[in-house]
T-cell receptor, first 112, second 113 residues
Framework: KAGVTQTPRYLIKTRGQQVTLSCSPI?????VSWYQQTPGQGLQFLFE???????NKGNFPGRFSGRQFSNSRSEMNVSTLELGDSALYLC???????????FGPGTRLTVL | QQQVKQSPQSLIVQKGGISIINCAYE??????FPWYQQFPGKGPALLIA?????SEKKEGRFTISFNKSAKQFSLHIMDSQPGDSATYFC????????????FGAGTILRVKS
């Protein structure tokens, strides 16, 4: 099976812009979670989607949003970018609640 | 109460030695404890995981020891190899919160040849 794929792999934006990141889960996986990884804060949970519904949400401002499509692919959007949003954004997929999560390679976002 | 505390922050081990990384948690609702390995430029990859009904799980050179009463768990890497040099993260989750993983801060392991 192909692994979790994320596009794009690298992205450079300027403050105030918005960005959309995409994640394609492993075939058959219906749960997609998003994490932000930074040197200072480590790995932090953003949100999880299952069958097109947000099932859980972390402590991030409303500028961070996501959605999931009927084929389980997911996108996350960050509006009004801030310098502090520079991070590696990771997507993980699993079959369901409590099952092993498999991570993609991440999208490296740099905000200038 | 959602935190997972991981130590040490970094570790240098000789080739063939044992690497030990420790984690502690507070939330007794946590019921799944995975360890992830991450190489530069890659996403975390699951190494081994344990649930609280067992005290130890071994897969090849990797062993998780779990102490439910102390709310601690640790990763032991036997016969450490230079290829094991990576960042290791412990994590915890509970079915209550779906698939949300709470991660430790990470341990940078360097195995000297």
């Amino acid at each position: 099976k192909a692994g979790v794929t994320q596009t794009p792999r690298y992205l450079i934006k300027t403050r105030g812009q918005q960005v959309t990141l995409s994640c394609s889960p492993i075939s058959g996986h219906r749960s997609v979670s998003w994490y932000q990884q930074t040197p200072g804060q480590g790995l932090q949970f953003l949100f999880e989607y299952f069958s097109e519904t947000q099932r859980n949400k972390g402590n991030f401002p409303g500028r961070f949003s996501g959605r999931q499509f009927s084929n389980s692919r997911s996108e996350m959007n960050v509006s009004t970018l801030e310098l502090g949003d520079s991070a590696l954004y990771l997507c993980a997929s699993s079959t369901n609640r409590g099952d092993t999560q498999y991570f993609g390679p991440g999208t490296r976002l740099t905000v200038l | 109460q959602q935190q997972v505390k991981q130590s040490p922050q970094s570790l240098i081990v000789q080739k063939g030695g044992i690497s030990i990384i420790n984690c502690a948690y507070e939330n007794t609702a946590f019921d799944y404890f995975p360890w992830y390995q991450q190489f530069p430029g890659k996403g975390p990859a699951l190494l081994i995981a344990i649930r609280p009904d067992v005290s130890e799980k071994k897969e090849g050179r990797f062993t998780i020891s779990f102490n439910k009463s102390a709310k601690q768990f640790s990763l032991h890497i036997m016969d450490s190899q230079p290829g094991d040099s990576a960042t290791y993260f412990c994590a915890a989750s509970t079915m209550e919160y779906g698939n949300k993983l709470v991660f430790g801060a990470g341990t940078i392991l360097r195995v000297k040849s």
